[in-house]
């Protein structure tokens, strides 16, 4: 029997059942389970491809998968598609059994999703992505350096049992605490196709440093989409083990629908809310790694030097402080940039904490926050006119807010870059880089290529682009 300190969740159940309307309702049961290998429990179950998510923070501390759908939010056409998921979740009534006393964070019922980066809906490459889609996994495995949870978000109503809950859980718990070892699958790349020329690129560029040298535009973040053809259908599962290995300081995640799935291995986090602390931060300015050690560090004095890499960076620090600390009874920002290091890659990096006021959500702070000037630009408005106007490819979900909350409205949102949209043998990447006046076609180029890099290592492709 599934025991709590006190009574059995069988207990409570019960009595849920006897007391509950005849409209039913989701229970959400977390129970402490053994250690589990998270990449093996996502790949343990193919059966549900199109209902599977998975999410490392960057600071590896926490781990979700989620297998199944049990629910869905999502608002077609609303105005506003932050409130509207707030909304909809207010409209659920979760009920949470727990087989410990603790309230572990990332247990329960927890929505993970995402919103597109424009407000309008798409119709092309992004099919089964739209402005805002989130799903309350049907077996949630939630990885911390507590242990292992399995939550089972179910739906119930007068008509189940005690006893077929209760074997549903057993039967659930003991799937998922044998699954084997993921074996690694190969594949090999076939085609790849740039979206756009060198000279297409340069054109765009050119016509941004003028918009900004002429206009009230002072920086609009551009990017540029490869297509990546490979002899089967992609194994996420490789991709996914290849970004958790090679990538550091990375959200890793996946959000599979339908026949589609959005992968990647960001370092950006929007937004993260704890208890009401609040958690920004500023990620903008890039240079290459070094080969030694000592061009490494190099290469980083000069990122913090550089007038150019500081102007994009300095845009989006002004402007995520101004849009929180509305929010805030109190908020800190260093007034210098820090180095951030990724695997091939270093970026200008601010973090900002603050204390949220009473009564301000997560959605309250993404509908402030996104999009910032390091995937927008800067005024926002004149920036997501000429990325609409003049970008050629949809970004979908690619640079929006993705991540989860849960049913206390603590959570966490990362901004969707070094991403991919894997669609059976087909894999679209996405990667773009803030123009500034003082850009230059050529080096903006170059920074792209760098960023397409890790997703197309993990990938196991190659780009013939500068080679
Ligand atoms: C837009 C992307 O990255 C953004 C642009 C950066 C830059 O131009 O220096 C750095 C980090 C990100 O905020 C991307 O990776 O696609
Ligand atoms: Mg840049």
Redesign the pocket.
């Known amino acids: 029997m599934l025991k709590t300190d006190s009574i059995s969740i069988n207990d409570q159940l019960d009595d849920l059942i006897n007391k509950m309307d005849s409209n039913g309702q989701f229970i959400s049961i977390v129970h402490k389970i053994n250690h589990v290998d998270p990449i093996s429990v996502f790949a343990s179950r193919p059966d549900l491809k199109g209902e599977r998510y998975y999410w490392t923070s960057a600071d590896g501390q926490l781990t979700f998968v989620g297998l199944g759908f049990s629910n869905q939010l999502y608002s077609s056409h609303a105005s506003d598609r932050f409130t509207a998921i707030e909304s909809a979740l207010q409209s659920q009534k979760h009920r949470v059994f727990r087989s410990t006393n603790a309230r572990i964070t990332g247990t329960g019922p927890v929505y993970f999703g995402g919103f597109s980066f424009f407000d309008d809906d798409h119709k092309g490459e992004w099919k089964h992505f739209p402005t805002n889609h989130f799903v309350l996994p049907k077996r949630l495995v939630t990885v911390t350096d507590q242990g292992c949870y399995l939550t089972l978000n179910i739906w119930i109503d007068q008509s189940h049992s005690v006893d077929e809950v209760h074997s549903i859980i057993e039967s659930e718990i003991s799937q998922i605490e044998s699954v084997e070892s993921y074996e690694e699958k190969s594949m090999k790349q076939v085609d790849l196709k740039n979206e756009m020329t060198y000279q297409e690129w340069e054109q765009l560029i050119n016509q941004a440093i003028h918009e900004i040298q002429s206009t009230k535009l002072d920086k609009v973040?551009l990017?540029r989409e490869i297509e990546t053809y490979f002899n089967q259908d992609i194994p996420i599962e490789k991709v996914l083990k290849a970004l958790s290995e090679q990538q550091e300081r990375s959200y890793i995640f996946i959000m599979e629908n339908d026949d589609q799935a959005f992968i990647g291995a960001?370092?950006?986090r929007l937004v993260e809310v704890h208890n009401n602390e609040i958690q920004s931060a500023c990620?903008?300015?890039?240079t290459s790694r070094g080969s030694s050690m000592d061009e490494d560090e190099w290469k980083a004095i000069q990122l913090l030097k550089d007038e150019k890499?500081l102007e994009?960076?300095q845009y989006?620090v002004k402007m995520i402080q101004e849009a929180i600390s509305p929010l805030c009874d109190s908020l800190r920002v260093p007034n210098q940039p820090m180095i951030r290091k990724l695997s091939k890659i270093q970026?200008?990096f601010t973090p900002v904490t603050g204390s949220l006021k009473t009564n301000v959500t997560i959605f309250d702070a993404l509908k402030q926050l996104h999009p910032?000037p390091?995937?927008g630009g800067e005024p926002r408005e004149i920036a997501m006119e000429f990325i609409k106007q003049h970008e050629p490819i949809e970004r979908g979900w690619?640079?929006a807010p993705i991540g989860w909350f849960d049913d206390e409205l603590n959570g966490e949102f990362a901004?969707a870059?070094?991403?991919a949209l894997i669609t059976g043998e087909k894999a679209n990447l996405?990667?773009?880089?803030?123009?500034v006046a003082d850009s230059e076609p050529k080096a903006?180029y170059e920074?792209?290529h760098l960023?397409f890099s890790p997703m197309l290592d993990a990938l196991g492709g190659h780009n013939h682009d500068n080679e």
Do not use: D, M, Q
């Not at 990620?283 to 890039?286: D, I, M, P, R, V």
């Not at 996405?430 to 123009?435: D, L, P, V």
């Open positions: 973040v990017a960001t370092p950006e990620l903008a300015g890039t890499n994009e960076h989006v970026h200008l910032t390091a995937l690619y640079a901004v870059i070094r991403s996405f990667a773009g880089c803030g123009i903006e920074e792209t960023k």
